[in-house]
């Protein structure tokens, strides 16, 4: 009897064990120009990824202040609040309220030349939530943005 209890305790744990996957770091690269675009309208990560990386590059000319461009990470539902709020915040905060809770990650604000990266766990999110990126620099929003995909 106490045998059998045992065997049934080691299989639960290995069950366990493997709902667990490896870490693995998936990287996306995208760019913003001067005309207020990214290079991609969705960025889709596979099943396996269990940390994102996410280099933005800024390939245009224009400095932070006239053409800024971050990389923000939010519900899709969040987006217009995050924005809104965002564009008030301030340059010096990357046009992200302070501890905006919606945020799921996003990088600073980059100029002509310059890039940013942020690296986030795909744990924060939830399966069968729309999650979108989008940029925070006032009026960026409605054309800089687009859909996040994962698993
Ligand atoms: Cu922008």
Redesign the pocket.
């Known amino acids: 009897m106490k045998a059998i209890r045992i065997i049934a305790c080691a299989s639960l744990l290995l069950a366990s064990a493997g709902a667990f996957a490896a870490p693995k770091t998936c990287k996306v690269d995208i760019t ?1 120009n001067d005309a ?1 675009q990214y290079d991609k309208k969705e960025i889709s990560v596979a099943a396996d990824c269990t940390d994102v990386e996410v280099t933005l590059k800024h390939i245009g000319k224009l400095p932070a202040q006239a053409m ?3 990389w923000v990470l939010a519900k899709t539902a969040d987006m217009a609040g995050i924005a809104g709020d965002g564009a008030g915040a301030g340059f010096a905060n990357d046009h992200i309220k302070p501890g905006d809770a919606r945020v799921i990650a996003h990088t600073k604000i980059v100029g002509g030349g310059q890039t940013a990266t942020v690296t986030f766990s795909i744990s924060k999110l939830k399966k069968g939530e729309a999650y979108s990126f989008f ?1 925070s ?1 006032p009026g ?1 929003w409605s054309i ?1 943005k687009g859909a996040f995909k994962f698993g």
């Open positions: 913003g207020m800024g461009h971050n940029c620099f960026h800089m």
